[in-house]
T-cell receptor, first 116, second 111 residues
């Protein structure tokens, strides 16, 4: 049981390049989400999903796309990277089912992205 | 979900109890109080949560005031490994989809 796995752990991009941050969980969780954390700041929610085929926007969705084709995976896409997207990105999941879900979020170890 | 207010930083001597306060004056009746911590740049770690009764687990205790407008996380015997940023969050437990983490309290445990 690996929990929440994020790849890559580090990435450097040039402005305008595209890339995908991968997030996978093996706990059969229905709810998955992406956060970004900038220096000296708390985590801000980018996008979330309450199940396969369903996604919604969080606080700071601009510049990011997501999809949820399977329960296990929730990739975050940057279509045209900008320096303002330099940040540490965290993926998190929770069961999402009544009776199983205490609300506790399970986090990955983060992906550090630098956009030059 | 209601927003929270925490002091930006606190110090605590090693071995002493660390008491981290949180104000959530606009909390609704169905919103729980959650505490997480983040060590260095790792992913946040769940600590404890509660609705209105005090809660205790192997990591910490959570004391919620009777009017539920504030709470305190207690680390009974702080160690150097407890140095971290602590986040207090309020949300509806099973249906609320957005956790608002805020900037938390940076706790430094001093030898």
């Amino acid at each position: 049981n690996a929990g929440v796995t994020q790849t890559p752990k580090f990435q450097v991009l040039k402005t305008g390049q595209s890339m995908t941050l991968q997030c996978a969980q093996d706990m059969n969780h229905e709810y998955m989400s992406w956060y970004r954390q900038d220096p000296g700041m708390g985590l801000r929610l980018i996008h979330y999903s309450v199940g396969a085929g369903i996604t919604d926007q969080g606080e700071v969705p601009n510049g990011y796309n997501v999809s949820r084709s399977t329960t296990e995976d929730f990739p975050l896409r940057l279509l045209s990277a900008a320096p303002s997207q330099t940040s540490v990105y965290f993926c998190a999941s929770r069961p999402g089912r009544q009776g199983l879900d205490t609300g506790e979020l399970f986090f990955g170890e983060g992906s550090r992205l630098t956009v030059l | 979900d209601a927003k929270t207010t925490q002091p930006p930083s606190m110090d605590c001597a090693e071995g002493r109890a660390a008491n981290l306060p949180c104000n959530h004056s606009t909390i609704s009746g169905n919103e729980y109080v959650y505490w997480y911590r983040q060590i260095h740049s790792q992913g946040p770690q769940y600590i404890i949560h509660g609705l209105k009764n005090n809660e205790t687990n192997e990591m910490a205790s959570l004391i919620i005031t009777e009017d539920r407008k504030s709470s305190t996380l207690i680390l009974p015997h702080a160690t150097l490994r407890d140095t971290a940023v602590y986040y207090c969050i309020v949300r509806v437990a099973t249906t609320g989809n957005q956790f608002y983490f805020g900037t938390g309290t940076s706790l430094t445990v001093i030898p």
